[in-house]
């Protein structure tokens, strides 16, 4: 029977969706298959937003229809009738799952005195521990404490049990004493902050709110969240005094010089990028003005309304945002509030989750990004002017998973990024052509290229590169590890890591690896991405560095060495070199578990493997897979991710001394993030594995 939660509150506007939202995120990285559920939705003409926003959520794998137990009109006439519907739905999906998020009602105008009672009615019917979320913006430490206690009182008498609090919605300065006087009953409790970014509205809601149409300007910026609303009726001079970072100004249509104004403000350098500007009145600039502003190519959103000022500035400032799936920004603000405040392991343990044995690819996900977050590294992003890289960085940042260094012209990065709605303030951001960073670098490559006839001139020429620029930044310590190739070839992203930071002490060669993520488990593929006809030499290379690979990321390493035939059954100069590359993988490392030749199927198949291996402790359940060249490893890998539905995570490049990894030009932000994690976690073994050595020098 799956664990089910019912996140609950004693009011409206709790922000109970945060919490709803984190525990989904907490349970796809704990549990198989994650469940949600809305015993009561607001109506059956529009959906349900924080449905949407949980069934958006990569581990869930649900329709909307069968998540939903009753609506209010169904509620308020027969609430016995809509109970047991509520129950009967919730068991529907309840077989389909290991755990199961319900989330309570809203509080909304219809809603009766005896809301709460409900709420613990459903979820003592339901067998459900519930998350108790209160409102804690302009509230007292001892306050709050007493309206928890009424509401646990109401739970209690309705049979539901409490096994965790968590006021949303504080002052950020108080959440230690929010949370001590929560505690203080013995019931696990956490605090927090108030956000400002998760109830802004959007330029498109702003837009819909005002009856407006947009005239100029990106319309993929109208998803840009709002954090302030002027009225820009005064004269530009000072207009421009009262600008901020992400406001919206609305301003009469025919004030001409406030909108090229404030167009000219957003462009330059120094003052406040917008969000948006709204022409009130009625009126669109005159055809001489609309020239001038196409000619200035600005993409900020200009929107024109029939309103007047004062309707105009009333339904913007009345319009509340929502957490929604469609603001990436909001999501990970929240989930990142959320990882950030609340012990995940013990508000776990307080709902009595436990942990399965399998291994999920957004559990290995996860796993990835709390590894890097426990000790964050620098890692450098070289191709700063792609939005991908961009959209990766907030994400990155906002989940404190590594610190960045994004490389390009600091105020086109910055202000694209604003526009987009990132939050990318605490990258640093490295001009590769600055001179003083051009100089030192060319001095250094001349030295370490010397041998091939490098000078200084021609070092200038080639450092300003970003594959370059970024590598030297890695082998200089600045930076501690490289992510690229999104708008680059691989080549271009690792050529200048072989002349530069070199193979590890140990290792000839370098290779990749590919982290390929089934449905309950993670195995390595190498080398799929570098050597194209290894020989028996480079082929123990590749399984000795994909065994450390495996090491890293918690694989206990199970090495097939794959060919066309399996043990002593084949001849030929391809299975010679798989057998003559395992001879070598267990002269030089006698520790790890190694068979080959082995076919796939035995490497995999505990039956086959009991027919064609039956004493060998690699053969059915191989872990690390060594292919005998790039085109059958390029392939394979690409077969199992397509056809079995695997996450593909890489290529990893290993057996250089210090992480270097290439990206696929088509990757997602997704990928980009999982990449930097992987970067950061090499990183970190480098980094002990250089504390040992010296330690076993001194």
């Known amino acids: 029977m799956a664990r089910t939660i019912y996140v609950a509150s004693p009011e409206g506007d709790t922000g109970k969706s945060v919490v709803a939202l984190g525990l989904v995120d907490l349970l796809t990285r704990t549990v198989q298959r994650v469940g949600v559920f809305r015993p009561v939705a607001r109506s059956t003409e529009t959906k349900d937003f924080v449905l949407e926003l949980l069934l958006e959520h990569d581990g869930v794998d649900l329709e909307y229809d069968e998540c939903v137990g009753v ?8 609430p016995e009738a809509a109970l047991s519907r509520i129950i009967t739905r919730f068991h529907d999906v309840e077989k389909q799952c290991d755990a199961v998020v319900v989330v309570g009602t809203d509080y909304t105008d219809v809603a009766g005195p005896t809301e709460l009672a409900y709420n613990a009615r459903i979820a003592a019917n339901l067998a459900a521990p519930v998350v108790l979320v209160v409102n804690g913006r302009g509230r007292k430490p001892e306050a709050l404490h007493q309206a928890v206690e009424v509401a646990v009182a109401e739970l209690d008498a309705n049979h539901a049990q409490v096994a965790a609090v968590v006021a949303n919605r504080c002052a950020p300065g108080g959440l230690d004493a929010v949370r001590e006087a929560l505690t203080k009953d013995g019931t696990p409790a956490w605090a927090l902050p108030e956000s400002p970014l998760l109830t802004a509205p959007t330029v498109g809601q702003l837009m819909e709110a005002v009856g407006g149409t947009q005239i100029a300007g990106d319309e993929g910026l109208l998803a840009r969240e709002v954090l302030d609303v002027l009225v820009g009726a005064m ?28 167009l000219l403000a957003h462009q330059a350098e120094g003052f406040p990028t917008l969000a948006g500007i709204i022409l009130n009145g009625g009126f669109d600039p005159a055809p001489t003005v609309t020239r001038l502003v196409e000619g200035l190519g600005s993409r900020l959103p200009i929107i024109s309304t029939s309103l007047g000022s004062f309707r105009s500035a009333s339904a913007a400032a009345s ?22 405040h609340i012990d995940g392991a013990a508000l776990l343990a307080a709902l009595d989750v436990a942990r399965p044995e399998v291994v999920t690819p957004l559990m290995f996900e996860y796993a990835l990004l709390d590894r890097a977050r426990g000790d964050r590294k620098r890692i450098v992003l070289p191709e700063g002017e792609d939005d991908r890289i961009l959209r990766a960085a907030s994400t990155l940042l906002q989940r404190q998973v590594a610190d960045l260094t994004i490389l390009g012209d600091e105020t086109t990065i910055r202000t694209r990024a604003a526009e987009l709605g990132l939050a990318i303030d605490d990258a640093q951001v490295v001009d590769p052509h600055d001179p003083q960073w051009v100089d030192r670098f060319a001095q250094e490559y001349a030295q370490m290229r010397a041998h091939k006839g490098m000078t200084v001139e021609r070092a200038r020429e080639i450092v300003p590169s970003v594959s370059y620029f970024g590598t030297m930044m890695v082998q200089l310590g600045l930076a501690d590890g490289m992510v690229s190739g999104a708008a680059h070839t691989t080549a271009h992203t690792i050529k200048p890591s072989f002349e530069i930071i070199k193979t590890a002490p140990g290792v000839s060669n370098v ?16 080398d799929c991405a570098v050597i194209p006809d ?20 918690g694989i206990e390493p199970r090495i097939a060495m794959l060919s066309y035939s399996t043990g002593e059954s084949g001849t030929g100069a391809d299975v010679d070199k798989v057998r003559q590359a395992t001879a070598l993988v267990r002269e030089r490392r006698p520790d790890l578990s190694v068979e080959g030749p082995i076919q796939y199927d035995a490497a995999v198949d505990a039956s086959v493997a009991k027919t064609k291996l039956p004493d060998s402790a690699v053969a059915g359940r191989a872990t690390v897979f060594v292919f005998p060249d790039l ?15 695997a996450v593909a995570i890489g290529p990893v490049l290993q057996g250089l001394r210090k992480p270097v990894n290439d990206l696929s030009r088509g990757a997602l932000v997704q990928d980009i993030v999982n990449t930097v994690a992987i970067t950061a976690i090499q990183a970190q073994a480098e980094q002990v594995g250089a504390q040992a050595a010296k330690e076993g020098t001194s």
Do not use: W
């Open 71 to 78: 609506t209010y009109e169904e509620l308020l006439p027969d």
């Open 235 to 262: 004269s530009i001079e000072h207009l421009l005094d009262r600008l901020a970072d992400g406001a919206v100004v609305i301003t009469p249509g025919d004030r001409s010089d406030v909108l090229l104004g404030l």
């Open 319 to 340: 319009t509340r945002g929502r957490l929604t799936a469609d603001s990436e920004r909001k999501v990970q603000t929240a989930l990142a509030t959320f990882e950030q």
């Open 511 to 526: 290779s990749s690896a590919f982290l390929m993520c089934l449905e309950d488990r993670v195995l390595v593929y190498a």
């Open 534 to 553: 290894p020989t028996a030499e480079q082929l123990a290379d590749i399984a000795i560095s994909s065994a450390g690979t495996a090491e890293q990321f």
């Open 631 to 645: 085109n059958t490893g390029n392939n394979t890998y690409k077969a199992v991710q397509r056809s079995a539905g």
